[in-house]
């Protein structure tokens, strides 16, 4: 294999690009980003989120309700891990920083998916309580409680019944682990080595 | 007679315009690809230009190689809530959700911002399909009003001007050229090389393709170096070496000082005067909400293939009650778009991450004399996707799935096909009756289906791909089947809904882009081309654009400018 030579940019170039960087992308991400998306009513083509963003009742009925609880967090914890569990060189979505990709984007962008995130964590709940973890208290996570071998089974359980829901969840999962680490997940790129993706200029 | 259904006529919804007194002597109507060349053009050779953008400047620097605003969340396009378009086939039974299908970007440099940069020249069999082929049933194939030859010159202008690298008398079926290209192709990458010589061993002739993207820097394009990050397809770019007109040709038409852009600047209607002659814009600023009216001399459509027509549509009046500039009914109609083909496979080496088109193979573009379509079909490489996209594509959670995702994702390329769609009268855009933006005007709708013989096309394309992909020690991870659904075929080329042709009664323009019913009304998107090709169409849009302004500046006078 031919290895390339280095390429030196001209001046313009080099100020330019260098400067995009030191100005941090999260700086300009934070105006652009969290307006633009906000006034959109941001859904994400691949789950085919028409159906899910516009009907989730947005900012008035959201306001002062902006948090999920810590039971559910827990819950939500533990199907991240469902999803993209650590196991050997496999980081896993808290390692790759998946779940604080989903404190930010929840807290922001994804603030409208609030309410798909309720049901659907509370969905999970119940299925998890149907499947023997009753003797969590009711201010804990059931879900988180189970087994591996469970919490997989009940996973299955709500990917069949709320199959839109799941998609949301799954799908944002994923995105904590191979986004761009400027949106708070990919923790030191985690994801993108998992995957073997060499981001040049992101070094 | 044909079966044309009448269009629902447009409201008149403007009622409190801005009477500003400002005028200018071509109004343009988008600043893509049809546009910044037109500007350009236009303003260095004396003429005033007023451009109206309904997108913003590209947030290049802080979205450039990020997946997720620009792929997942497509921060450069509205909302497919906002402006969806509702895509039926004749026969379905039920619509679907509104998609993205036929949605332009909006975006100061239009779709230039974020293309793959292909840079092709249409073969002179692509504009003489009707002598080449004869009739088709179901197709209203017709010969383009003009030669390769006639072309031949604007193309050599727009490689210059635009800035296209690579490797002239590579391509077996490129047409003669009066000027090589201006930079020499993009290195080829590990893949694309391996590519190249499973090619060269099955007897093809595989050649890199023609890109707008610089492979030196050059103060006059003022583009930079390709960089070599991989991040083309899709994606702005951060370095200035994708020469998107915003960059190349925008700036100049700025600096003459005869060029004005106006971002935000939503176009909604064309006004005609008593001689049903264009004669001013209204346009609704975003920002403010305010409407405004904008005297012209003339007018140039750039809009692209979807939005330019939908302008004409919403532009109806008393003189012109089906659409201005309609009295054929063909406005809207013939919407082409090109059937893309994709083939997966996975190797047994990872490569680097290349999202640039490098490697083309056109041995099979032409049809055999035995088979059953006549669809001109390019291959190309440079169509893989992103990590995040590639996750999202596979079914599957948990271990096995992630471990799935960091093997196969550094082993997996992609080839795709560009496959010719053959014009049809029953395919179009209209206004839809049900449907409004936020503004309050009409939503395009589009009704597509494919020719039987775009299917053969495509599938065929598909089996050579595959081959290919096998020849160079792929495993192919899906069939020749795939793709072929009517959802998953299309691309971005909006083509044909404002057909050129000399005969009012078959065609929306004249050869000049300029159009039969209004003679100040020109088109430069791909609105006017009356076949598809099997090749993307930047390169001639961008080649006819000078074209049509050089008709306009020799015949400014007589058009009021």
């Given at each position: 294999?031919?290895?390339?030579?280095?390429?030196?940019?001209?001046?313009?170039?080099?100020?330019?690009?260098?400067?995009?960087?030191?100005?941090?992308?999260?700086?300009?991400?934070?105006?652009?980003?969290?307006?633009?998306?906000a006034?959109?009513?941001?859904?994400?083509?691949?789950?085919?989120?028409?159906?899910?963003?516009?009907?989730?009742?947005?900012?008035?009925?959201?306001?002062?309700?902006?948090?999920?609880?810590?039971?559910?967090?827990?819950?939500?914890?533990?199907?991240?891990?469902?999803?993209?569990p650590?196991?050997?060189?496999?980081?896993?979505?808290?390692?790759?920083?998946?779940?604080?990709?989903l404190?930010?984007?929840?807290?922001?962008?994804?603030?409208?998916?609030?309410?798909?995130?309720?049901?659907?964590?509370?969905?999970?709940?119940?299925?998890?309580?149907?499947?023997?973890?009753?003797?969590?208290?009711?201010?804990?996570?059931?879900?988180?409680?189970?087994?591996?071998?469970r919490?997989?089974?009940?996973?299955?359980?709500?990917?069949?019944?709320?199959?839109?829901d799941?998609?949301?969840?799954?799908?944002?999962?994923?995105?904590?682990?191979?986004?761009?680490?400027?949106?708070?997940?990919?923790?030191?790129?985690?994801?993108?080595?998992?995957?073997?993706?060499?981001?040049?200029?992101?070094? | 007679?044909?079966?044309?259904?009448?269009?629902?006529?447009?409201?008149?919804?403007?009622?409190?315009?801005?009477?500003?007194?400002?005028?200018t002597?071509?109004?343009?109507?988008?600043?893509?690809?049809?546009?910044?060349?037109?500007?350009?053009?236009?303003?260095?050779?004396?003429?005033?230009v007023?451009?109206?953008?309904r997108?913003?400047?590209?947030?290049?620097?802080?979205?450039?190689?990020?997946?997720?605003?620009?792929?997942?969340?497509?921060?450069?396009?509205?909302p497919?809530?906002?402006?969806?378009?509702?895509?039926?086939?004749?026969?379905?039974?039920?619509?679907?959700?509104?998609?993205?299908?036929?949605?332009?970007?909006?975006?100061?440099?239009?779709?230039?911002?974020?293309?793959?940069?292909?840079?092709?020249?249409?073969?002179?069999?692509?504009?003489?399909?009707?002598?080449?082929?004869?009739?088709?049933?179901?197709?209203?194939?017709?010969?383009?009003?003009?030669?390769?030859?006639?072309l031949?010159?604007?193309?050599?202008?727009?490689?210059?001007?635009?800035?296209?690298?690579?490797?002239?008398?590579?391509?077996?079926?490129?047409?003669?050229?009066?000027?090589?290209?201006?930079?020499?192709?993009?290195?080829?990458?590990?893949?694309?090389?391996?590519?190249?010589?499973?090619?060269?061993?099955?007897?093809?002739?595989?050649?890199?393709?023609?890109?707008?993207?610089?492979?030196?820097?050059?103060?006059?394009?003022?583009?930079?170096?390709?960089?070599y990050?991989?991040?083309?397809?899709?994606?702005t770019?951060?370095?200035?070496?994708?020469?998107?007109?915003?960059?190349?040709?925008?700036?100049?038409?700025?600096?003459?000082?005869?060029?004005?852009?106006?971002?935000?600047?939503?176009?909604?209607?064309?006004?005609?005067?008593?001689?049903?002659?264009?004669?001013?814009?209204?346009?609704?600023?975003?920002?403010?909400?305010?409407?405004?009216?904008?005297?012209?001399?003339?007018?140039?459509?750039?809009?692209?293939?979807?939005?330019?027509?939908?302008?004409?549509?919403?532009?109806?009046?008393?003189?012109?009650?089906?659409?201005?500039?309609?009295?054929?009914?063909?406005v809207?109609?013939?919407?082409?778009?090109?059937?893309?083909?994709?083939r997966?496979?996975?190797?047994?080496?990872?490569?680097?991450f290349?999202?640039?088109?490098?490697?083309?193979?056109?041995?099979?573009?032409?049809?055999?004399?035995?088979?059953?379509?006549?669809?001109?079909?390019?291959?190309?490489?440079?169509?893989?996707?992103?990590?995040?996209?590639?996750?999202?594509?596979?079914?599957?959670?948990?271990?096995?799935?992630?471990?799935?995702?960091?093997?196969?994702?550094?082993?997996?390329?992609?080839?795709?096909?560009?496959?010719?769609?053959?014009?049809?009268?029953?395919?179009?855009?209209?206004?839809?009756?049900?449907?409004?933006?936020?503004?309050?005007?009409?939503?395009?709708?589009?009704?597509?289906?494919?020719?039987?013989?775009?299917?053969?096309?495509l599938?065929?394309?598909?089996?050579?791909?595959?081959?290919?992909?096998?020849?160079?020690?792929?495993?192919?991870?899906?069939?020749?089947?795939?793709?072929t659904?009517?959802?998953?075929?299309?691309?971005?080329?909006?083509?044909?809904?404002?057909?050129?042709?000399?005969?009012?009664?078959?065609?929306?323009?004249?050869?000049?882009?300029?159009?039969?019913?209004?003679?100040?009304?020109?088109?430069?998107?791909?609105?006017?081309?009356?076949?598809?090709?099997?090749?993307?169409?930047?390169?001639?849009?961008?080649?006819?654009?000078?074209?049509?302004?050089?008709?306009?500046?020799?015949?400014?006078?007589?058009?009021?400018?």
């Amino acid at each position: 294999m031919k290895s390339r030579p280095a390429r030196l940019l001209p001046p313009g170039g080099t100020s330019r690009a260098r400067r995009v960087h030191a100005m941090t992308r999260r700086q300009l991400l934070r105006g652009v980003v969290a307006g633009a998306l906000a006034a959109r009513g941001l859904a994400s083509e691949p789950i085919s989120a028409t159906s899910h963003a516009p009907a989730v009742a947005v900012a008035p009925a959201l306001a002062g309700q902006r948090t999920l609880g810590a039971a559910r967090w827990a819950t939500l914890r533990a199907f991240a891990l469902v999803m993209l569990p650590a196991a050997g060189n496999l980081p896993g979505a808290e390692k790759a920083g998946a779940i604080e990709y989903l404190k930010q984007a929840l807290a922001g962008e994804y603030a409208v998916f609030l309410g798909v995130y309720r049901r659907a964590l509370d969905d999970l709940e119940a299925l998890a309580r149907r499947q023997g973890a009753v003797s969590v208290a009711r201010s804990a996570s059931a879900f988180a409680s189970l087994s591996a071998d469970r919490a997989t089974l009940v996973t299955r359980q709500f990917a069949a019944a709320s199959p839109r829901d799941f998609a949301v969840l799954r799908q944002h999962v994923l995105e904590g682990f191979l986004a761009d680490p400027v949106h708070g997940g990919n923790r030191d790129r985690a994801g993108w080595e998992t995957v073997g993706l060499v981001h040049k200029h992101k070094e | 007679m044909r079966d044309l259904p009448s269009q629902p006529a447009a409201p008149c919804l403007y009622t409190a315009v801005v009477a500003t007194g400002d005028s200018t002597s071509v109004c343009i109507i988008g600043s893509g690809a049809a546009g910044g060349v037109l500007a350009w053009a236009l303003a260095r050779a004396g003429v005033d230009v007023v451009v109206l953008e309904r997108g913003k400047p590209a947030k290049r620097d802080e979205t450039a190689e990020d997946e997720l605003l620009q792929v997942i969340r497509r921060s450069h396009q509205p909302p497919v809530e906002r402006d969806g378009t509702v895509v039926v086939e004749p026969t379905a039974r039920a619509e679907g959700e509104p998609t993205r299908v036929g949605q332009a970007y909006y975006l100061l440099g239009g779709g230039t911002i974020l293309y793959a940069a292909a840079s092709w020249r249409l073969r002179p069999d692509d504009l003489r399909k009707r002598s080449r082929y004869g009739t088709v049933p179901g197709s209203e194939l017709v010969d383009w009003p003009l030669t390769y030859q006639d072309l031949e010159p604007w193309y050599t202008m727009a490689e210059k001007e635009i800035g296209v690298s690579g490797k002239s008398g590579a391509d077996p079926t490129e047409p003669p050229r009066s000027f090589d290209h201006l930079m020499a192709p993009l290195d080829e990458d590990p893949f694309s090389a391996r590519l190249a010589a499973a090619a060269r061993k099955m007897g093809l002739r595989p050649f890199p393709i023609p890109t707008a993207i610089s492979s030196r820097n050059d103060a006059y394009l003022g583009t930079n170096q390709c960089q070599y990050c991989g991040w083309c397809s899709g994606y702005t770019c951060l370095f200035y070496a994708k020469n998107s007109v915003d960059i190349t040709v925008i700036p100049k038409a700025l600096k003459t000082g005869r060029a004005r852009v106006l971002t935000d600047s939503y176009a909604t209607r064309i006004e005609t005067d008593p001689r049903g002659r264009a004669s001013a814009v209204i346009y609704r600023e975003t920002a403010t909400g305010a409407e405004k009216r904008l005297a012209v001399g003339a007018v140039c459509l750039a809009a692209g293939g979807v939005q330019s027509p939908r302008l004409l549509l919403m532009s109806a009046s008393k003189q012109f009650p089906d659409g201005l500039a309609n009295r054929s009914g063909l406005v809207g109609r013939y919407l082409m778009f090109h059937i893309e083909g994709r083939r997966t496979a996975v190797f047994d080496q990872a490569f680097d991450f290349v999202l640039t088109k490098k490697v083309g193979v056109h041995d099979w573009y032409f049809p055999a004399k035995t088979d059953a379509w006549i669809n001109h079909c390019s291959i190309q490489s440079g169509s893989r996707r992103g990590p995040l996209r590639f996750a999202l594509s596979r079914e599957g959670w948990g271990e096995d799935y992630e471990a799935a995702l960091a093997r196969d994702f550094p082993r997996t390329q992609q080839l795709q096909a560009m496959v010719e769609d053959l014009p049809q009268l029953a395919n179009r855009i209209e206004l839809d009756s049900g449907r409004k933006d936020p503004e309050g005007y009409p939503l395009p709708r589009i009704t597509h289906r494919y020719h039987e013989m775009d299917r053969l096309a495509l599938v065929h394309s598909q089996e050579r791909m595959g081959a290919l992909l096998q020849a160079a020690g792929g495993k192919l991870v899906d069939t020749a089947e795939a793709h072929t659904n009517i959802t998953g075929a299309y691309t971005y080329h909006l083509m044909g809904t404002c057909r050129m042709g000399t005969d009012p009664k078959d065609s929306v323009v004249d050869r000049d882009c300029r159009f039969h019913d209004v003679p100040n009304l020109f088109v430069a998107d791909s609105s006017f081309f009356p076949t598809s090709g099997g090749l993307n169409p930047t390169l001639t849009i961008q080649a006819n654009a000078f074209r049509v302004a050089d008709y306009i500046v020799k015949h400014r006078k007589e058009l009021g400018g």
